[in-house]
């Protein structure tokens, strides 16, 4: 089964950057569509970015375009989320998930069937 690992939250101030990686054991991302998505305090889930199965296709949220950027590392088990630019309302614990296969992605939740455990971003000064 795919475990996936977050990493890389933490406290920064607005206008700083932070770099989120998903990592799996076992297993190599590269058959699978990757997903971020994040949960702020009283909020829903949503979608914040994915890219495909080969990384040819990124999709964002209009919230994160020009500031966020997805990609998948060189050791193919491993998809990060570099995060420029941080406001306030991007604070939320950030998730990782996956689909196997998949020439697009979605930000859809109910896609994805594996996911972490989930890192948090606070972004205040």
């Known amino acids: 089964q795919l475990q996936l690992v977050e990493s890389g939250g933490g406290l920064v101030q607005p206008g700083g950057s932070l770099r989120l990686s998903c990592a799996a054991s076992?297993?190599?991302?590269?058959?699978?569509?990757i997903g971020w998505f994040r949960r702020a305090p009283g909020k829903e889930r949503e979608g914040v970015s994915c890219i495909s199965s080969s990384g040819g296709r990124t999709n964002y949220a209009d919230s994160v375009k020009g500031r966020f950027t997805i990609s998948r590392g060189n050791a193919k088990n491993t998809v990060y989320l570099q995060m420029n630019s941080l406001k306030p309302e991007d604070t939320a614990v950030y998730y990782c998930a996956a689909y196997f296969g998949g020439a697009s992605c979605g930000l859809y939740v109910d896609v994805y069937d594996s996911w972490g455990q989930g890192t948090q971003v606070t972004v205040s000064s």
């Open positions: 076992g297993f190599t991302l590269d058959a699978y569509r």
